[in-house]
């Protein structure tokens, strides 16, 4: 069976970030077979005062199924013969994520929690808690799908030979020196031969899980305690419906809306939190020439100035795009090759080369609309 070469790991003691599935699961035991000293740590976030909410069935990165995902990676170390603490992060996620999230949300925009949680917590809260519990590491892995590689003498992410599976877009804030200190024995593989190592391992049931869904199952609503009804309205401002709360639209979305004009159908086109108003349009009026961003970070210092081509991912599974972008200050304007549906406030951008290495990102501020035809 096909197994990456991890033989650089022999003798290092590595922290492997657990979630009880079977990326991470197959990640520690294969560092473990490399001649790693491996530690598994799992960060516990889930407060539980959602419990009423969520269903218990929901396996999702934030809700009631924490407690059993932590079972199951304590009882794959003990198997194992494996060091393993859950960590308690709860507090901090409920400031730096949770908050975050409804505070984006109720500004009109649509935030993006994983790219978030992965610099504040995964990378961050649970690393530093990890040394205070007395964990001695000097490296960390995750069952992340994503690779390494060197340019100039700088450590980048590339894309996954899984590009199906590629999770670069979540991880491409962390800088050069977070990465030096970081392993992705995944990277080479792809999620059917993940699948197989476990079923190896005998992790059957492991692998038999399905993938986790999004945050909260996607239904963000779960989050907001008081949600306003308003108007559904065109561009010109006229009323031509009611919506249940703007919490429960994104831009680009269609179903739910429920209306067109006459054989047009009605897309999301914006959310103006301000008047707590959904503006809709033609499909054709979601496709933006480019954007406007801020946060805007380059990992390789020739780019941190100046104008440079790029391909551009605006969100997880959009197909990146050719554009020309311009940095400055923090602030960046992208201009793409070809207009691009559904640029969403919140999200980010991500930048790349034509290999898949990773340059940089920003925060989407908004989109640059195409001009009027004539």
């Known amino acids: 069976m096909n197994r990456p070469d991890l033989s650089a790991c022999k003798g290092q003691k590595i922290a492997v970030g657990l979630s009880g599935g079977v990326d991470s699961s197959v990640s520690l035991l294969l560092l473990r077979d490399a001649g790693a000293v491996v530690n598994g740590i799992t960060m516990k976030i889930y407060s539980g005062r959602l419990h009423h909410k969520l269903p218990d069935t929901l396996d999702a990165c934030y809700g009631p199924n924490e407690a059993e995902d932590i079972d199951s990676c304590r009882d794959l170390c003990a198997r194992e013969g494996i060091p393993y603490q859950a960590l308690d992060l709860a507090t901090e996620y409920e400031s730096q994520i949770l908050d975050y999230f409804k505070a984006e949300y109720q500004a009109g925009r649509t935030p993006n929690p994983c790219v978030r949680c992965n610099i504040e917590m995964k990378f961050g809260f649970l690393l530093q808690r990890a040394r205070s519990a007395g964990i001695a590491f000097n490296r960390f892995a995750t069952g992340h799908y994503a690779r390494l590689g060197q340019r100039a003498g700088i450590t980048h992410l590339r894309t996954a030979v899984d590009t199906a599976k590629d999770q670069t877009y979540f991880l491409h804030r962390l800088n050069p020196s977070t990465l030096d200190g970081v392993v992705f024995p995944l990277g080479g593989l792809t999620k059917p031969a993940v699948r197989e190592l476990a079923i190896s391992y005998g992790l059957a049931a492991i692998a038999a899980k399905p993938e986790s869904q999004d945050f909260v199952g996607g239904d963000y609503s779960l989050l907001f305690d008081d949600q306003q009804p308003g108007d559904i309205v065109d561009e010109s401002g006229q009323v031509l419906g009611r919506h249940k709360g703007i919490v429960h639209y994104t831009i680009g979305q269609r179903r739910g809306i429920g209306m067109s004009l006459g054989p047009t159908p009605m897309y999301v086109l914006a959310l103006d939190a301000a008047h707590n108003r959904v503006v809709v349009s033609a499909n054709a009026d979601l496709f933006a020439a480019g954007l406007e961003g801020s946060q805007a970070l380059v ?76």
């Open 299 to 374: 990992h390789d210092p020739a780019l941190r100035s100046g104008e440079f081509r790029a391909l551009v991912r605006i969100r997880q599974n959009h197909r990146p795009a050719g554009a020309v972008l311009a940095l400055r200050d923090g602030q960046a304007s992208i201009r793409f090759d070809d207009p691009q549906r559904a640029v969403a406030p919140g999200q980010s951008a991500v930048f790349y080369d034509d290999e898949g290495f990773v340059l940089g990102g920003c925060v989407i501020d908004r989109g640059i609309r195409l001009p009027a035809q004539a």
